[in-house]
């Protein structure tokens, strides 16, 4: 188990508020949360991810050593999907699936392009942040609701260290009209609009 971190000054303090709000970039949009998650293996290590305080269905780890406002590239990876047995079970369509992973990809790319840095493959500069993220379940809409699950991890790209990784698990509601995937890509939206709110947040936080 990893021994809690005492903060020894100020700086400290504002490096370890930016990891708190690293950790919690992706929760607390509009849904409902599943209470326990399943591990696909798309994370090296599931045992640091520690349960948020409010959000049911949400889990993260923030390596207190890092500061998230020194990085201002990023690098979208494309999105894993890891088939769960429900996926298989349902007959879940390939090719609709990987619709849905490229389009969770691209509202990511465009939640960030207009004011912070995107490299490709390979462009391993310091100040880069990976972001890879899987996809590892899909609810088609039903009754009204339907839903995703999915796994991220951030990574220093210069270095290859773990600055953040976290699980999240939610439905969401829908009307009637709409179709069968339309809660899951309002969902995926929602995620890319906190990702780059809570950027915003840190990026803008005064140095001490």
Not at 181 to 208: C, G, N, S, V, Y
Request: proline share 5%; aromatic share 8%; net charge positive.
């Amino acid at each position: 188990m990893r021994k809690p971190v005492r903060m020894k000054s100020d700086k400290n303090l504002l490096m370890a508020l930016s990891i708190l709000a690293l950790g919690i970039l992706l929760g607390g949009v509009a849904g409902c949360a599943k209470d326990k998650y399943k591990a696909s293996g798309f994370l090296d290590d599931y045992s640091n991810l520690k349960p948020h305080p409010t959000d049911k269905g949400f889990y993260s780890y923030v390596n207190p050593k890092k500061d998230l406002s020194s990085y201002s590239r990023f690098y979208v990876q494309h999105v894993v999907v890891v088939y769960s047995d429900a996926m298989v079970k349902g007959g879940a369509d390939p090719t609709k699936i990987n619709e849905l992973s490229e389009y969770l990809r691209n509202q990511i790319i465009r939640a960030l392009e207009d004011k912070y840095i995107l490299t490709g493959f390979g462009q391993r500069q310091p100040g880069t942040l990976a972001i890879g993220i899987a996809i590892t379940d899909l609810k088609p809409k039903e009754k009204n609701s339907g839903g995703a699950s999915m796994e991220y991890k951030l990574v220093d790209y210069s270095t290859n260290e773990i600055v953040a990784a976290g699980v999240i698990a939610q439905t969401l509601s829908g009307d009637s009209g709409q179709s069968q995937w339309t809660p899951t890509r309002t969902l995926f939206d929602q995620w890319a609009a906190r990702l780059r709110a809570r950027l915003d947040e840190i990026h803008t936080q005064p140095k001490p």
